[in-house]
T-cell receptor
Framework: AQSVTQLGSHVSVSEGALVLLRCNYS??????LFWYVQYPNQGLQLLLK??????LVKGINGFEAEFKKSETSFHLTKPSAHMSDAAEYFC???????????FGKGNQVVVIP | NAGVTQTPKFQVLKTGQSMTLQCAQD?????MSWYRQDPGMGLRLIHY???????DQGEVPNGYNVSRSTTEDFPLRLLSAAPSQTSVYFC????????????FGSGTRLTVV
């Protein structure tokens, strides 16, 4: 069964510093991988996705993620944090693009001025 | 183009009451799903559908029913509400292969007292 692990429920980062959110997945077939962002009291917005094309994926708001099959990872990065990046971030996996997304427990990102 | 529309946005129920959460999408997506979001748990799949007339259970289906009579609509029914069903509910839709990822509604915040 597909699953995702996100460590560290709360992540604090200084404004201007690197944002790094880790995601490891488990899937019995080639996975589709996603990062979503949720701002307070809002729904989920797609940041970026991996669907078996380029392993380095660029998304919105300056975020990118790299698919590493050997490490079963899909870590999210942004070179320089901005105050507007404060939100909750979820990694998700679906096996071969099926209709079932499995989410990690999320990372609450706090940006320190 | 409204995307995924959920109603109501907020609801308070008494234990034992029943209700239906509405979800409609106007993107002609075949796939639709219901998730619940609880603090520290991420999003968990309740039920999903791969097309009109076809539904299946997700990770946490107990206490919920669904039906899919049209491509556009995917209502979620709470048969007899319990305090454990207090949560934020999200509906999502996608096309096969999830090339564009899932589109999420803005959520329904349900409190069962």
């Amino acid at each position: 069964a597909q699953s995702v692990t996100q460590l560290g429920s709360h992540v604090s980062v200084s404004e201007g510093a690197l944002v790094l959110l880790r995601c490891n997945y488990s899937s019995s077939v080639p996975p589709y991988l996603f990062w979503y962002v949720q701002y307070p009291n809002q729904g989920l917005q797609l940041l970026l996705k991996y669907t078996s094309a380029a392993t380095l994926v660029k998304g919105i708001n300056g975020f990118e993620a790299e698919f590493k099959k050997s490490e079963t990872s899909f870590h999210l990065t942004k070179p320089s944090a901005h105050m507007s990046d404060a939100a909750e971030y979820f990694c998700a996996v679906s096996e071969g693009g099926n209709n079932r997304l499995a989410f990690g427990k999320g990372n609450q990102v706090v940006v320190i001025p | 183009n409204a995307g995924v529309t959920q109603t109501p946005k907020f609801q308070v129920l008494k234990t034992g009451q029943s209700m239906t959460l509405q979800c409609a999408q106007d993107m002609n997506h075949e796939y639709m799903s219901w998730y619940r979001q609880d603090p520290g748990m991420g999003l968990r799949l309740i039920h999903y559908s791969v097309g009109a007339g076809i539904t299946d259970q997700g990770e946490v289906p107990n206490g919920y029913n669904v039906s899919r009579s049209t491509t556009e609509d995917f209502p979620l029914r709470l048969l007899s509400a319990a305090p454990s069903q207090t949560s934020v509910y999200f509906c999502a839709s996608s096309s096969p292969g999830q090339v564009y990822g899932y589109t999420f509604g803005s959520g329904t915040r349900l409190t069962v007292v």
